[in-house]
C-alpha cells in the first residue's frame, strides 16, 4: 500500500464485506483453490467485533452448492451471509411481473425453480460461460427482438475473471453485445448495483461511511462500493492487474497484496 | 413511399451503391434466395447510364466466392464491382504493421493468406457465425488483454442480419463485447465507416452527392452513407422492421417496398 495510513478506516470501522472469487479463492479445476491465508483472515475477522459480509457475482452455482464448495476449501461460511445475484433476481421477477427466458449455467438454475417461465416477457443472463454458444446467444437475442419493449436483466457486470492460469469473459461483456443488438440497456443485478450493495449494508443494519468493501475487480466491487458511499479497497490477488493502479475513473481507498495483509492492517488499527 | 417525390435524387443523381444481403438476397441454406424483382432490377440499373457499385458487409466467404454465389442465383455481378471489409482490413494491417490474430468465418480465411500473422498485435473480428464461441472468444479476448495496447479491428458494425427464417446476432454485437471486456473502442473497417463508403464513391469517381446508398440497414446502410453527404433510402426487405420507420436519430431520405420498385422510380425520375 502506498500510504500506510487509511484514512477513515480505523475505530470507526462497523463492518466488513468480502468479494470471494479472487479474494478468498481462485477458480478452476476441481473448484479452485483458496488464496495464502484467506482462510485464516476470514477467521479473524469472524473472531473480531466487526460485522462481516460476503458479495459476489458467483451465478454458476446457487448459493447452497456455492457455500458448500468453499466450505470444502476450509471457509467457516453460512448461506445466510452470502448476497449473490440469483436471489436478488427473483425477487425483482417476482415484483414486477416479469417471465424470463434465463441464458444462466446450469448450476444456476435450482434458483429459478419458483419462477413462472412460460411465455417469456424478459431475459436474464448469468456468467453462462460455455452455455454462451452462439446458437444459445442467437435465441436470448430472439426473444429479446420479438418483444416490443425488450427486457434484459445481467446477473452481475463483470467485465472478465481469472479462470486457471488465463481471464476468461465475464458475463458482463454477453451484457453489452445484447444491449448494442436490441438498442437498450440491462438492468444489472448484482455488483456494482447499489441496490444490491445496499441491501448487503440493511442486513448489516450498517450506514455506508462504516463499512468496507474488500475486492479484486476494481470497477465492480471497488467503484461500485465506493458510489454507495463505502470506503473500497483492491487486493492484489484475482483478476487484480498492476494497471488497475492508474485507472482513468475508479481509485481504491487503498491498495494491498492479499486478504490476509488488508485484515492485518483492519484489525491493527483497532487497537 | 411516404412522399412520391424524392428530393435530390431526379436527374442529377449520376450513381447508385448497393447493399446485397436483404436487397438482393436473403440468406439461408444453400446460399439462399434472390428477393422478387432484383435481378431484373440490377439489369435495369447496368443498362442505364448510372454507375453501379455493390457494397456488403460480408464476411464469411471470399469476394470470388461471393460473387460465385451470386451469380448461381442469376445476378450479373463481377468482383470488381463488389466493395467488402476484408480487403480494406489487409490494406490497413500492412500499412500499419499490424500483425491480426483473426476470428472470422473459414470461407474468409483466404483473404488474409498475404497478411504474416505471427506473433499477433492486434485482433480482427468478422462476422464468424458458428465459430463465435465461449472458448474462440476467450482467445481473441486473451491476446487483446495481454497486449500492452490492445488494438481491435472489426469488419463491420452490423447488430444482426436476416438468417433463414430468424435473425441472427451480427459482429457488432461481439465488438462490444470485446470493446467492453478490454476497455477499448474498435476501428470498423466496413460499413458505415466512412473511409468505406469514400473508397466507393472515389472507384465511381462520383461527389457524394451525386450518389444513393440502397440498403436494408438503416444505421449501417442509410445512416452511415448520409453521414458522408449521400442519400440514403431503406428497403423493407432483409433486415428491415417497422420500427426503423421511428427510429431516434437516422431518417432515411425515403423507404420502398424492395429494390423492384426502388429502381423504377429512380429511372422514371430520369425521364
Redesign the interface.
Known amino acids: 500500500m502506498a500510504d500506510t495510513d487509511w484514512p477513515g478506516c480505523g475505530k470507526s470501522l462497523k463492518g466488513v464485506i468480502l468479494d470471494m472469487c479472487g479474494v478468498l479463492y481462485d477458480s478452476g479445476e476441481g473448484g479452485g483453490v483458496a488464496i495464502t491465508g484467506s482462510i485464516e483472515a476470514v477467521n479473524k475477522l469472524k473472531a473480531s467485533d466487526l460485522e462481516l459480509r460476503f458479495c459476489t457475482n458467483e451465478t454458476q452455482l446457487n448459493r447452497e452448492a456455492f457455500v458448500d464448495k468453499l466450505k470444502r476449501l476450509g471457509f467457516d461460511i453460512s448461506v445466510s451471509e452470502v448476497f449473490s445475484p440469483a436471489p436478488a433476481a427473483v425477487a425483482v421477477l417476482k415484483e414486477r411481473g416479469f417471465r424470463p427466458h434465463l441464458l444462466v449455467y446450469d448450476g444456476l438454475l435450482p434458483e429459478f425453480d419458483s419462477v413462472d417461465k412460460t411465455n417469456p416477457n424478459c431475459v436474464v443472463i448469468g456468467d453462462a ?6 446458437q444459445n ?2 435465441e436470448a ?2 426473444v429479446l ?1 420479438g418483444l416490443e419493449k425488450p427486457v434484459l436483466f445481467s446477473l452481475g457486470g463483470g ?2 475473471y481469472k479462470e486457471g492460469d ?5 458475463v ?3 451484457m ?8 437498450l440497456k440491462a438492468e444489472v443485478v448484482g455488483k456494482p448495483s447499489p441496490t444490491f450493495f445496499q441491501s448487503v449494508l440493511n442486513d448489516m443494519g450498517l450506514q455506508p461511511h462504516e463499512a468496507l468493501m474488500i475486492g479484486d475487480d476494481l470497477v465492480n466491487d471497488v467503484g461500485g462500493a465506493q458510489n454507495c458511499g463505502m470506503k473500497g479497497l483492491q487486493v492484489r490477488t484475482g483478476k487484480y492487474r498492476s494497471s488497475d493502479e492508474r485507472h482513468s475513473t475508479v481509485t481504491a481507498d487503498g491498495t494491498v497484496d492479499d486478504l490476509a495483509q488488508a485484515v492485518d492492517m483492519i484489525l491493527k488499527q483497532r487497537h
Open positions: 460461460a460455455e452455455k454462451f454458444t452462439y446467444l442467437n437475442f430472439r427482438i467485465r472478465y488465463g481471464l476468461a469473459l465475464d458482463g461483456a454477453y453489452k453485445a445484447l444491449e448494442y443488438a436490441c438498442d
